[in-house]
């Protein structure tokens, strides 16, 4: 049975969902502005939703070509690393079972909760306030924990350990401080400003570890400079990574494999074109309609300049169905591109 904290929060869909996170941005250290905007772009509600009552859902799941660990259910605790405010985890998920175990109760004392935000504000504020910090620096992971009781339900929610490591990497700084590391471009040496197409930059894909960076040229692809970086076997720790870090499939707009987050830097990127605008929605991916959004496609989107980026732990194909997106030009290329690799992949065996 639901707590009546999940039974209040079912009156909202994503559009009302995204609202209240637009209501409370201003509110949101700039460490976690993106972030928290981008995770509720990973876990789509309405997706979400439309699993949870489909018929068949394994079906659906194979419809619309989903690859990866797309369940909020099984990284419950994990999920919002990238956040900053994630160090507030554990604070936050113990507020919010507290919350659902006497909603009724809280909001009599507390004269109602007007809506969405005020509630994802009044749990901030608790704990900021058991943690001493402010609350702009808690505010993205208490919209975020409410979400994942949502998609997860009281049960699973409560019995996740609700532990997490220690900050790492670029993490362990300020916040101002990871904010004015982020905006940093690479030194191009004395006579950098003579240089033009031969500037080289980094792209960041996960700020939780030291050196988890890789270089790119002027101009080039984020999906182009992730494949050149073979550091690690990028395959063996995701099936999806045959080629670098960041999963891709087509290289041409046709998949939705590599689409990504940008934490920070997204107006060192190129303009999104018009078939990466088009083909986004067909995904079902919600991105902003800002020239240089924080949602990108990393095959589309070219680097001018130092970026930070966060990859999504799964891909899929559901726009149309999802959000009823029409005009469909271009089928998804996921399982033709997956075709062309394994036909290439056993022409190579035939002529060894
Ligand atoms: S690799 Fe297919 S859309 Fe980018």
């Known amino acids: 049975m639901k707590t009546k904290l999940e039974t209040f929060l079912d009156n909202y869909d994503e559009k009302r969902w995204f609202t209240a996170i637009e209501k409370l941005l201003p509110a949101i250290h700039d460490v976690d502005k993106n972030a928290v905007q981008i995770w509720f772009r990973f876990f789509p509600l309405e997706l979400f939703r439309y699993l949870q009552s489909a018929e068949d859902k394994e079906k659906a799941i194979q419809k619309f070509v989903m690859q990866g660990n797309y369940e909020l259910k099984n990284q419950i605790d994990s999920s919002h690393e990238f956040l900053y405010g994630h160090r507030f985890w554990t604070a936050t998920k113990a507020e919010i079972q507290r919350r659902a175990e006497s909603f ?4 009599k004392q507390n004269n109602e909760i007007a809506d969405l935000s005020g509630l994802i504000e009044q749990i901030a504020q608790t704990v900021a306030g058991k943690s001493k910090v402010d609350k702009s620096l808690t505010t993205g992971i208490a919209a975020v924990a409410l979400m994942t009781l949502v998609q997860v339900g009281f049960e699973d929610f409560k019995n996740a350990k609700g532990e997490i490591e220690k900050p790492k990497g670029l993490l362990t700084k300020s916040p101002d401080q990871i904010v004015k590391e982020r905006l940093k471009d690479d030194s191009q040496g004395i006579l950098g400003f003579l240089k ?25 692809e984020l999906a182009t400079g992730s494949a050149r970086n073979q550091s690690k076997n990028w395959k063996e720790m995701d099936e999806r990574c045959w080629e670098g870090v960041i999963p891709v499939e087509c290289r041409s707009a046709a998949c939705g494999t590599c689409w990504v987050g940008i934490l920070d830097g997204e107006e060192k990127l190129s303009e999104v074109s018009r078939l990466e605008r088009k083909q986004m929605k067909v995904f079902g991916y919600n991105q902003p309609a800002e020239a240089k959004p924080f949602l990108r496609l990393a095959c589309q989107a070219k680097a001018y300049g130092n970026t930070t980026v966060v990859i999504p732990p799964w891909n899929g194909v559901f726009g149309k169905k999802i959000y009823g997106v029409e005009d469909v030009e271009l089928e998804p290329a996921t399982t033709s591109a997956k075709k062309l690799r394994e036909t290439v992949t056993d022409a190579t065996k035939i002529s060894k």
């Open 104 to 107: 009724d109760n809280d909001n």
């Open 196 to 220: 033009s197409i031969d500037k080289k930059f980094t792209v960041t894909y996960d700020e939780t570890t030291s050196n988890a960076k890789f270089q790119i040229i002027y101009d080039e």
